[in-house]
């Protein structure tokens, strides 16, 4: 223990070290460290990753105080953390992963701040002492922090374990995934009492991105009755991730899957529909073509909340092969591709022309007057050196596509 005498000194020192000390730099080096080594399966998984800083950046900001001598353990709640660890248990993360994550945290934090002390301070003597006591003594405390942290979200993992297990929902989410990956499938009659939803059913599925569980029980609720679905199934597969099935005994009609677009259209939501399909195999294409959805979102600088996959199928066969894509549009596009306000307006108005089949009516949507659309067409028709009416399906395609793989340099 430090020398009463220099008490004072130490702690002095202790306070000038963390008001400067740059914890910003210590929470990036946490997850660049925590990532590969507990977490190697979600290095990708932009959520996940999100919701372990904002847990690292409210641990290091109370854990400064904590060090500071400024608060009493018994006073301290820790939300994101906790919140972390019942995700971790919610995705099915071993515990291990947990514990391995803090370790690899605390190492991390106290090498970040003992290289912080020694670069702090000059070789004097004296503070060479002095750093020795700072070291000595924010080290029992971070070590005493670190007790009470794992403690802490240890105990906020084995809760969710326990409801997890308690209302079934560990054994509806692995059973879920099983039929996904296609594999340790169980029968209809085994899959029913554990789903409580009919496999062989007609599906429809939804994919939420950005949802609460609740809000998607909701959404949920809403959606059930005028799809007269026997059953819906809600699962969480990812931190932002809640996917709804929607169960018929009878085929989707093409209304009724509008009907449910325009639904969802009401909840201030980002969704992903699929097209219907049946039985088990159409249980996990569903999933696929909303995985799909999603991609093709991801490529456009703008798209409307709620996507369908019969509205965006074209686009996801050919994001499939993006090299492919830019070559296809490269080429039936020519001069019209290139990045210009000019070129965007030529390409709005073929596009409009194109879906509404009427220069009358393309004005309309476009605000413009007719005149002002049959100049733009005629240019158009001058770079591309064909009428338009000359593989208009490609035409058409190619500038679909283009908005995903933006215009050319």
């Known amino acids: 223990m430090p020398d009463p005498r220099n008490a004072e000194d130490v702690n002095r020192m202790i306070a000038l070290a963390i008001d400067c000390w740059d914890t910003e730099g210590l929470i990036e080096a946490t997850i660049a460290a925590d990532m590969p080594a507990a977490f190697p399966d979600r290095l990708n998984d932009a959520s996940f990753v999100q919701q372990l800083r904002d847990s690292a950046t409210e641990n290091y900001a109370v854990m400064r105080s ?13 939300k994101k953390p906790c919140e972390f660890a019942m995700t971790q248990a919610t995705l099915g993360i071993p515990r291990s992963s947990l514990q391995q994550s803090y370790r690899t945290g605390f190492h991390t934090a106290w090498r970040h701040w003992s290289r912080h002390i020694a670069d702090l301070y000059s070789s004097d003597e004296n503070e060479v002492k002095l750093q020795g006591l700072v070291l000595l003594v924010t080290t029992e405390r971070l070590l005493t922090w670190i007790d009470f942290v794992v403690h802490v979200v240890d105990n906020a993992y084995v809760e969710r374990e326990a409801e997890l297990q308690r209302s079934g929902e560990r054994l509806r989410v692995q059973a879920v995934r099983d039929i996904l990956a296609g594999e340790n499938i169980r029968s209809s009659d085994e899959l029913f009492p554990i789903l409580r939803y009919d496999v062989t059913a007609h599906h429809l599925a939804i994919r939420l991105t950005g949802t609460l569980d609740a809000a998607a029980a909701r959404i949920a609720s ?15 597969l990812g931190v932002s991730e809640v996917v709804i099935w929607l169960g018929r005994l009878r085929p989707w009609p093409h209304d009724l899957v509008t009907e449910i677009v325009s639904l969802l259209g009401g909840f201030d939501v980002q969704a992903a529909v699929s097209d219907a399909a049946c039985g088990i195999d159409g249980f996990r294409s569903a999933y696929e073509d909303v995985l799909r959805v999603d991609g093709v979102r991801e490529c456009l600088s703008a798209a409307e909340p709620v996507l369908r996959y019969a509205d965006v199928r074209l686009e996801a066969m050919f994001i499939a092969n993006p090299g492919e894509a830019a070559r296809f549009v490269a080429e039936e596009l020519g001069e019209l591709a ?37 100049n733009r067409l005629a240019r158009v028709e001058a770079i591309l050196g064909r009428p338009l009416s000359e593989r208009r399906l490609e035409l058409q395609l190619a500038l679909r596509l283009q908005k995903l793989i933006g215009p050319a340099e």
Request: charged share 25%; no cysteine; proline share 2%.
């Open 222 to 236: 809403v959606l059930k009755a005028p799809s007269q679905a026997v059953a819906a199934l809600q699962i969480r």
């Open 66 to 78: 904590y060090l500071a001598g400024h608060l009493d353990l018994s006073a301290v709640r820790l």
């Open 338 to 374: 290139e990045r210009s306000d000019a070129a965007d307006r030529l390409r709005e108005t073929v596009l409009a022309s194109l879906s509404a089949g009427s220069h009358v009516v393309a004005a309309k949507r476009l605000g413009v007057h007719e005149h002002t659309v049959r």
